[in-house]
Nanobody, 124 residues
Framework: QVQLVESGGGLVQAGGSLRLSCAAS????????MGWFRQAPGKQREFVSA????????YYADSVKGRFTISRDNAKNTVYLQMNSLKPEDTAVYYC?????????????????WGQGTQVTVSS
């Protein structure tokens, strides 16, 4: 089992940047694929980005491609989401998630563990 704690959210103006972190407990972090999802008020939780257990493959939603960068440090049990050129439509609660299966990456149903979320608000 793994516990996930997100941090780094906040209020930022459009065009600004934030870096989200997700710290994981447990000794098997390096075996999990990790993902970031977000949920805006009144909307479904949507895929943002994912990174393979080894860091060898990364994936992005089209809406964030070229602006967001996912990375991980297995020695620190942490996954990051660097968000640049933020837009008001990026406003949402951002969730970190972990999955044991190495099949798929964009469906929330593929993920076994979730953090509590961190709020990101982008003002225009």
């Amino acid at each position: 089992q793994v516990q996930l704690v997100e941090s780094g959210g906040g209020l930022v103006q459009a065009g600004g940047s934030l870096r989200l972190s997700c710290a994981a407990s447990g000794r098997t972090f390096s075996s999990y694929d990790m993902g970031w999802f977000r949920q805006a008020p009144g909307k479904q939780r949507e895929f943002v980005s994912a990174i393979w257990w080894s860091g060898g493959s990364v994936y992005y939603a089209d809406s964030v491609k070229g602006r967001f960068t996912i990375s991980r440090d297995n020695a620190k049990n942490t996954v990051y989401l660097q968000m640049n050129s933020l837009k008001p439509e990026d406003t949402a609660v951002y969730y970190c998630a972990a999955k044991t299966s190495h099949i798929g990456f964009s469906s929330r149903y593929e993920y076994n563990y979730w953090g509590q979320g961190t709020q990101v608000t982008v003002s225009s």
